[in-house]
């Protein structure tokens, strides 16, 4: 089982940048992995996914802006974002690209537009 530890959310303005993290702590696995993104009241989308060799994709809406980046020796996981836009408020969560092998979730790390 692995546990799923996200940091790195706060507050962003518009046209700001922010780093998300993420670590896989427990057993873990060499295989593709995804962000996702849950507005409040809606369902997690998944935003941003790399596979094992590093090649990524993104949803339409993040795709030039976020990049997702991977370090399998630290089991870290990464979310770059880039010309952040208030659309992109939401818990950011991590998780295997694999629909069926995301048994758990952590609790995710908020991002949210700067007063």
């Known amino acids: 089982q692995v546990q799923w530890v996200e940091s790195g959310g706060g507050l962003v303005q518009a046209g700001g940048s922010l780093r998300l993290s993420c670590e896989a702590r427990g057993d873990t696995f060499n295989r593709a992995m995804s962000w996702f993104r849950q507005t409040p009241g809606k369902d997690r989308e998944e935003v941003a996914s790399?596979?094992?060799?590093?090649?990524?994709w993104y949803e339409g809406s993040v795709k030039g802006r976020f990049g997702i980046s991977r370090d399998n020796a630290k089991n870290g996981y990464y979310l770059k974002m880039n010309n952040w836009k208030p659309e992109d408020v939401g818990g950011y969560y991590c998780?295997?690209?694999?629909?069926?092998?995301?048994?758990?979730w952590g609790q995710g790390t908020q991002v949210a537009v700067s007063s």
């Open positions: 790399i596979n094992t060799v590093g090649i990524t």
């Open positions: 998780n295997d690209e694999e629909k069926l092998w995301r048994s758990s």
